[in-house]
């Protein structure tokens, strides 16, 4: 959580620079030539002759009055001029004060008289516009409201305060009685304080802290030490020679002419974003002396009075309690952060709504009260499908979009009790919990997918998804990270069962994946360790009985698990991508032996092909052309002689891809076989459209035939469309002569099965 507490730093410099005005030319010459200017008239003030001394004060003043007003409407960006031409007016009501004190007769007598308030009515108007310049710099410039700033400032003003009621203005009261002009007097290091105030918030406001945020604290500084000293002087306290309390208001205003006129001053009116936040070593030193010394004070020097100690107890108390409200605030702005840290941790940041962790910890916090109240607590592991197409088609911002939609719905539907969360990519959980045995979960379920068959209205227009769904319950006592396991399982079961569906966790689901587990583990390394090996089955003329090629069929020995059947591996490797690897090897291996059998092949017989299936991980792999390409032209066998079996869904599944593909394959002229034909979902229109030449029946409707089945029906019109599109079919799984008796009556042209051959090791065939 340190990090969330320390200043929070926002890519550089926020705001500024986006389409900042830039400066006026020669800024920093107009701000060296006037800094260098001003120097001169400080030695002449400090050491001059009298007269040049009165001179070298006027000079300061109009310089400075000059530059503020250029500073104010040439360096400012004009958005945020309006400070910088109230501390122009301020200048003004202080030189018209200047001026009526010399003019005034008696204006400047001391000690005051009735007289010496006149100029005051510009002097204080003057320190009001100015004090005002600088609240609304802070406004500007408070990146929150919560800046601690606020109250570190007020400390500020405080103890300068009791230093200014303590020194000055107590003894005075307690020399002169109430004398109303003398209190009037007494006000400025009052109002003086106010200023310092403003600017120590200017000063202890984080952010960036520029040459003209130092010039303006060193001039309010400055000001309210000359203010100081005139008090003293005024008061006979002390014996201040007038140049001295001169000098040092011209060189406050020359302070703040070149504070106006720094190119940095730009930066006290931009938004800082920079919070402190911590109490850092030299803040807390700073906020202990602030506290410490008048506090000290209070007990050693010696009161004047009542008023005194009312006052300076008023004071410190005030500082007390600025103390106190410093740390509170310090305190709950590391809670404000940490819980804004806390919530950064427990929820999704794109959908808001609970991740993972917050999922596991209900569970677990609910486990305890399902066991004691008969409670069922469920999940509903809900996965969308094809998700990842959506992402590719339309880009992540639509993903986004639908996973916020998909997510509002879920929200929606679900009682205000239940807990909806999203703990991946595009994996939303809905916790339950319900009395056991009531199939609330699975009424839940069936909800969830009747939601998804409304489209989702999406920027690029109405998307519909649908979503595979697992559900795992438990009455109590179940770890977390199991249930969510288990509900995940059940999930895939709903994915395996041809998605958009839900499916109940059971244990035996269990045994599934871990086998699975295994076998994926035992797959790896398979091929390096020559554990596959191809078989081939004979493709023949049905009616001559005559071998026109093979089927090569992969196998897999393993030293423990002996022989694993395709039906279990093949999906594996295909989902692993390892079958792009055993694929190539495969073809390659097939094709050298084919081109080995021809050459070995009597002349006149009829020339072999050979059969090899691919899989859609193969197609999408941009290798497998090359693969072709390059095993065609080492065994120089005719591109005709090798035909490669496709399903259908298989290509279905990424049309666009695919399409390229078998089009690149055709081009070489190898021969395209449609795999269990009549099994797919859109066998009849897509077949004129991909450039195959083969078909080959599936399995289960060669089954049947002959016997006068339905499936015949189907046969003979599969037969009739191949014929009429010019394609050559393979009837697949011929078992008895029957269905070849049959298959040859309607005019089926090849088969292949048991009837004519197992796959069998190439060795198996030389004799033949
Ligand atoms: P498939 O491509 O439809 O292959 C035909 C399957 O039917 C083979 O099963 C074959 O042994 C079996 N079969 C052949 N004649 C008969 C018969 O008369 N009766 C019966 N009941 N079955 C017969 P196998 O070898 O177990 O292969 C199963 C599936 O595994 C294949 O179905 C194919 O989809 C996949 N497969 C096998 N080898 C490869 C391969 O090298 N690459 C890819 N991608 N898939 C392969
Ligand atoms: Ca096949
Ligand atoms: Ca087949």
Redesign the pocket.
């Known amino acids: 959580m340190t990090s969330a507490l320390a200043p929070e730093r926002p890519p550089a410099a926020p705001a500024a620079g986006v389409a900042r005005a830039p400066l006026p030319p020669y800024t920093t010459v107009v701000f060296r030539s006037f800094l260098a200017g001003s120097a001169v008239l400080a030695g002449l003030l400090v050491a001059g002759p009298a007269p040049v001394q009165d001179l070298a004060g006027l000079a300061g003043i109009l310089g400075a009055l000059s530059a503020v007003w250029y500073g104010a409407l040439r360096v400012a960006v004009p958005a945020d001029r309006r400070p910088w031409v109230h501390m122009g007016v301020a200048g003004l009501l202080f030189l018209a004060g200047m001026v009526m004190r010399a003019v005034v007769p008696g204006a400047s007598d001391s000690p005051p008289t009735l007289q010496s308030l006149w100029p005051d009515a510009f002097v204080v108007p003057g320190y009001l516009v100015m004090g005002y310049a600088f609240a609304s710099m802070l406004r500007r410039r408070r990146a929150a409201d919560d800046d601690p700033a606020r109250s570190d400032a007020l400390l500020v003003g405080a103890a300068a305060a009791f230093m200014a009621w303590t020194f000055v203005m107590s003894p005075t009261i307690d020399q002169s009685g109430i004398d109303p002009i003398r209190v009037a007097n007494a006000f400025f290091p009052v109002i003086d304080v106010v200023l310092m105030m403003l600017v120590a918030q200017l000063a202890l406001a984080g952010g960036a802290r520029t040459p003209a945020l130092w010039l303006l604290i060193a001039g309010s500084t400055a000001m309210f030490i000359g203010d100081l000293l005139f008090m003293l002087r005024d008061n006979e306290l002390a014996n201040v020679p007038l140049t001295a309390i001169n000098t040092l208001f011209t060189g406050a205003f020359l302070l703040f002419g070149a504070g106006t006129l720094h190119p940095s001053m730009r930066t006290l009116t931009e938004p800082q974003q920079v919070i402190v936040r911590v109490l850092g070593m030299p803040r807390m030193i700073t906020i202990a002396l602030l506290v410490a010394v008048p506090v000290v004070m209070t007990t050693v020097q010696t009161m004047h009075g009542v008023v005194d100690g009312a006052v300076r107890a008023t004071l410190c108390v005030l500082m007390i309690m600025a103390v106190l409200f410093r740390v509170v605030r310090s305190n709950d702005s590391r809670a404000r952060a940490e819980s804004a840290g806390r919530r950064r941790a427990t929820h999704d940041a794109l959908t808001d709504l609970p991740n993972r962790e917050l999922l596991s910890e209900t569970i677990t916090a609910w486990g305890d009260r399902a066991r004691d109240q008969q409670q069922e607590i469920s999940l509903l592991f809900i996965d969308l499908d094809r998700f990842k197409m959506i992402n590719d088609h339309w880009g992540h911002q639509v993903g986004d979009e639908l996973l916020c939609a998909v997510a509002g719905r879920l929200g929606a539907i679900v009682r205000s009790t239940d807990l909806v969360c999203r703990i991946g990519g595009d994996e939303f959980v809905i916790a339950l919990a319900s009395p056991s045995h009531s199939a609330t979960a699975e009424s839940l379920a069936a909800r969830v997918l009747a939601e998804f068959e409304r489209p989702f209205e999406l920027s690029v227009g109405s998307v519909v998804v649908s979503a595979s769904i697992g559900v795992a319950k438990t009455t109590g006592g179940a770890e977390a990270l199991e249930l969510i396991r288990d509900a995940d399982t059940a999930m895939y079961k709903a994915k395996g069962s041809g998605r958009n569906a839900y499916a109940l966790f059971d244990s035996s689901l269990r045994d599934e994946v871990r086998d699975r587990l295994l076998l994926e583990q035992a797959l790896r390394g398979a091929l390096e360790r020559g554990e596959l090996y191809a ?1 081939y ?1 004979p493709i023949v003329d049905l009616a001559t009985g005559e071998r026109e090629g093979f ?4 196998r897999w020995e393993h030293p423990e698990l002996g022989a694993v ?3 279990r591996f ?1 999906p594996i490797a ?1 989902e692993t991508g390892l ?1 792009v690897e055993a ?1 190539a090897w ?1 073809l390659r291996e097939s094709v050298h032996q084919l081109a080995a059998w021809r050459a070995a092949a009597a002349p006149g017989t009829r020339p072999l092909h050979v059969s ?4 859609v991980r ?1 197609l999408r792999d941009k290798a497998l052309v090359g693969v072709v390409r390059d095993v065609l032209a080492e065994t120089g066998l005719p591109p005709e002689a090798l035909w490669l ?1 496709i ?1 259908e869904s298989g290509v279905m599944e990424d049309l666009a891809t695919a399409l390229a593909t078998l089009d690149e394959l055709h081009a070489l002229g190898v021969v395209m076989a449609v ?2 034909f009549g099994t797919g979902y859109s066998s009849l229109s897509y077949l004129n459209r991909l450039p195959v030449g083969v078909v ?1 029946l599936d ?1 289960s409707f060669v089954s049947s035939v002959g016997t006068g089945g339905t499936d015949e029906q189907i046969v003979r019109a599969v037969l009739a469309l191949a014929g009429a599109l010019g394609l050559r079919v393979v009837a ?4 008895t002569d029957l269905q070849r008796d049959w298959l040859v009556e309607q005019g089926c042209e090849l088969g ?4 004519f051959g ?2 069998l090791r190439a060795s198996a065939f030389i004799t033949s």
């Open positions: 078989t089955q089927e090569t069929l992969m059947s395709p039906l093949i295909e079958i694929g495969l090899v299936n691919v899989s193969q079996e399903t795999d269990d080959k399995r697949e799984g011929v078992e292949q099965g048991w009837l197992k796959p």
